[in-house]
């Protein structure tokens, strides 16, 4: 089965501009999840949602964040305006339930921002 | 205090012996718990999960589990260079918290 889909794989912006990133979870995969990886760190959960509604954005930057999931299929996380600190690699993950218990969650390759 | 932390590292060991990584976290409603490995730019990829307290292998991994310490590790045996990656604990109790990683450096 295909994997998790995200791009653009590299962005390189200058701050205070905008940028979207894309995923497309695996088929049939009710939960989709947004995490923030900054260089030496774990990743960090930005949004989930389950189908096309938000199960947790506790730790999303509304001021500059947003995210969608129209359809409860593919999604689109964007940030405006961008931060020098938003410079990390954001991974898109998804899980086939409500991602509860020992549900797996299998990652996309990443998109990896560079603020300027 | 972190919620999910781990040994900073970096670990090294000689090809052929045991590794094990370290992983202690905070909230005591955390009832999954998951090693990922992390190639050097690439995704996380999940090893293993344990949730019941005791051991948990598959193959040269083994995964302890110590609720009332809080305390999760992972032991790889006959460590390969292939290893040579950085190992992410998460704790799940709502929503999965990761620890910061640990990198782990196997030399031929």
């Known amino acids: 089965e295909a994997g998790v889909a995200q791009s653009p794989r590299y962005k390189i912006i200058e701050k205070r501009q905008s940028v979207a990133f894309w995923c497309n979870p695996i088929?049939?995969?009710?939960?989709l999840y947004w995490y923030q990886q900054i260089l030496g760190q774990g990743p960090k959960l930005l949004i989930q949602?389950?189908?096309?509604?938000?199960?947790?954005d506790s730790q999303l930057p509304k001021d500059r964040f947003s995210a969608e999931r129209l359809k409860g299929v593919d999604s689109t996380l964007k940030i405006q305006p961008a931060k020098l600190e938003d410079s990390a690699v954001y991974l898109c993950?998804?899980?086939?339930?409500?991602?509860?218990?020992?549900?797996?969650?299998?990652f996309g390759p990443g998109t990896r921002l560079l603020v300027l | 205090q972190k919620e999910v932390e781990q040994n900073s590292g970096p670990l090294s060991v000689p090809e052929g012996a045991i590794a094990s990584l370290n992983c202690t976290y905070s909230?005591?409603?955390?009832?999954?718990f998951f090693w990922y490995r992390q190639y050097s730019g690439k995704s996380p990829e999940l090893i293993m999960f344990?949730?019941?307290?005791g051991d948990k292998e598959d193959g040269r991994f083994t995964a302890q589990l110590n609720k009332a310490s809080q305390y999760v590790s992972l032991l790889i045996r006959d460590s390969q260079p292939s290893d040579s990656a950085t190992y992410l604990c998460?704790?799940?109790?709502?929503?999965?918290?990761f620890g910061q990683g640990t990198e782990l450096s196997v030399k031929p």
């Open positions: 993950a998804s899980s086939y339930g409500s991602g509860g218990g020992w549900e797996t969650q299998y």
């Open positions: 088929s049939g995969h009710a939960t």
């Open positions: 949602f389950q189908n096309n509604g938000v199960v947790d």
């Open positions: 909230d005591r409603g955390s009832q999954s």
């Open positions: 344990i949730y019941s307290n």
């Open positions: 998460a704790v799940k109790g709502g929503k999965l918290i």
